[in-house]
């Protein structure tokens, strides 16, 4: 069959999978092949045990899958037949040399333009579908433009704004799709190939079209935006705990004013995931490179509560179970950095797991998709880690569960068979406030949600 386009996506991660598998489904007219250099990735992807954890996606990708979405370790192959590339690889946050700790690590986005240069006859659109600095746009093209076979790249910034564990929903759904390009004739006119692919399901007025530098940002800001919110409730949080105010009726009340909405207002642990501490990271990098103190200052106060709410929940822990958890058996519900994923990336179960090994605590995890991935995380630590699929025999002598993510399942169990199985004095603390705390406290629990008074039968 003829194809009116050749997509090419380079990275077949937790983006670039879901994002090619709802763009194949969308535009039958469309061939869509993700290439990556992981070959195991991509033979996971062929098959039925997809390489991550996300509902509704393998019934996409069963759709076109074969038909016209295809999975191939075939990169300069891939390149050489592609119109549209997009570029989705990995942009973590620097471990070395100069902006260690802070800036992006960019060597995986360069290696692809290198990558297409390579391979390229004719021109292309370039896509960054990674999540990129300000000003990343221009690089790109120097290195493309460099080639010595006349060919013309044009780059758009196509950022991606779904959530994990609704990334079938969100693509399907977007809020918007914001395309930026070079305002010139040809930026202008690759910007409109691109809003053609998603005019395919999403409506019009959802498609924004910027320029290259405010898509850049855009991506940065908005992660900004929305990790701000949950470290203001976080901090609150903490005032609760002091004050005997309940944080849950803080963020009714505040997000019940519709200048500033009800979501992303749940106390936690704090935030996890791969991208909210690193792209702040990189935005105060990025202020910091421009002399903008203030602004870096500003941003970099939104890591320091996430780590110091994750800190706070680990010494309430030591702290209410008698100043000692040595050799004492508790259990982490979930691992996952949220629920409906397996991803632990940046979960904040990999420091509380840390501490409390530290401190000489027995843990055992639990968690209905993440124990792979956690058994990586924790890999070579020191201690006595178990890893347990299902809570109840996890809870066996027990004296303290710790809830590290919000699935819906842990909301279902049957605590009083649990209670029983424990030994007393039993702990609860809720890094998620997902129980049903005073049910907990009748059944003899001692209850320590977060931002809310603790319910505890010590006299
Ligand atoms: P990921 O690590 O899951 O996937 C990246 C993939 O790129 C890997 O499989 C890797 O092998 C591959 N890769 C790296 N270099 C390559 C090369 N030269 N050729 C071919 N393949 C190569 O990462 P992710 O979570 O999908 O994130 C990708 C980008 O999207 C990041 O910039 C991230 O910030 C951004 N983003 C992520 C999310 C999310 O929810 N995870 C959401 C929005 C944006
Ligand atoms: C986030 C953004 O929501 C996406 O728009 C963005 O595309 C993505 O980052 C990205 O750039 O990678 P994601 O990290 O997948 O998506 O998940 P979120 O739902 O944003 O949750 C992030 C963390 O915040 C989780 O640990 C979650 O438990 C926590 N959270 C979220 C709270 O603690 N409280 C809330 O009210 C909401």
Aim: proline residues 4%; contains cysteine; glycine residues 6%.
């Amino acid at each position: 069959m003829k194809f009116a386009k050749n997509i090419l996506c380079i990275g077949a991660g937790y983006v670039g999978g879901p994002t090619m598998a709802v763009i194949a489904a969308k535009c039958p007219d469309c061939k869509v092949t993700v290439v990556d250099v992981n070959e195991e990735r991509i033979r996971r992807w062929n098959s039925d045990d997809l390489p991550i954890f996300e509902p509704g996606l393998l019934d996409v990708v069963r759709s076109a899958r074969g038909h016209n979405l295809f999975f191939s370790a075939a990169v300069a192959e891939g390149i050489q037949a592609a119109d549209i590339i997009f570029v989705s690889v990995n942009t973590p946050t620097k471990t070395f040399g100069h902006g260690a700790g802070m800036a992006s690590d960019l060597q995986y986005w360069e290696k692809t333009a290198h990558e297409i240069v390579a391979h390229s006859d004719r021109a292309k659109i370039i896509v960054e579908k990674s999540t990129l600095p300000v000003r990343t746009a221009e690089a790109m093209e120097r290195i493309l433009q460099e080639n010595k076979k006349g060919i013309h790249f044009e780059v758009i910034s196509n950022p991606e704004f779904l959530s994990e564990g609704s990334a079938v929903n969100d693509l399907l759904k977007p809020d918007r799709v914001l395309i930026g390009s070079r305002q010139t004739e040809s930026g202008r006119k690759a910007a409109q190939e691109i809003v053609a692919i998603f005019a395919h399901w999403v409506a019009p007025e959802k498609i924004i079209t910027a320029n290259l530098w405010s898509a850049e940002l855009s991506k940065l800001v908005a992660n900004a935006f929305l990790a701000q919110r949950i470290s203001s409730i976080n901090a609150v949080s903490a005032l609760c705990e002091k004050t005997d105010a309940d944080v849950a009726e803080i963020s009714f009340a505040v997000g019940s004013d519709q200048r500033i909405g009800p979501r992303f207002l749940n106390a936690s642990i704090g935030f996890g995931g791969s991208c909210f501490k690193k792209d702040i990271l990189n935005l105060v990098y990025i202020c910091r490179s421009y002399g903008l103190n203030e602004v870096a200052d500003y941003w970099q106060a939104v890591i320091a509560i996430n780590e110091y709410q994750q800190e706070r929940f680990v010494r309430k822990i030591i702290r209410e179970m008698f100043n000692t958890i040595v050799g004492k058996k508790i259990v982490l519900l979930g691992f996952a950095f949220k629920a409906n994923t397996g991803d632990t990336r940046e979960s904040p179960g990999i420091h509380v797991a840390r501490k409390l090994l530290d401190e000489r605590a027995r843990l055992v995890i639990s968690d209905p998709q993440a124990l792979e991935n956690a058994r990586k995380d924790l890999a070579g630590l020191d201690g006595s880690v178990e890893y347990e699929p299902d809570p109840y025999r996890a809870a066996v002598d027990a004296q303290g569960l710790a809830v590290i993510t919000e699935w819906e399942s842990f909301k279902k169990l049957d605590f009083k068979k649990i209670f029983a199985s424990m030994r007393k004095p039993a702990f609860v603390f809720d890094g998620r406030n997902i129980l049903d705390h005073q049910k907990l406290f009748n059944i003899g629990f001692n209850v320590y949600p977060l931002g809310k008074p603790s319910l505890t039968h010590f006299k």
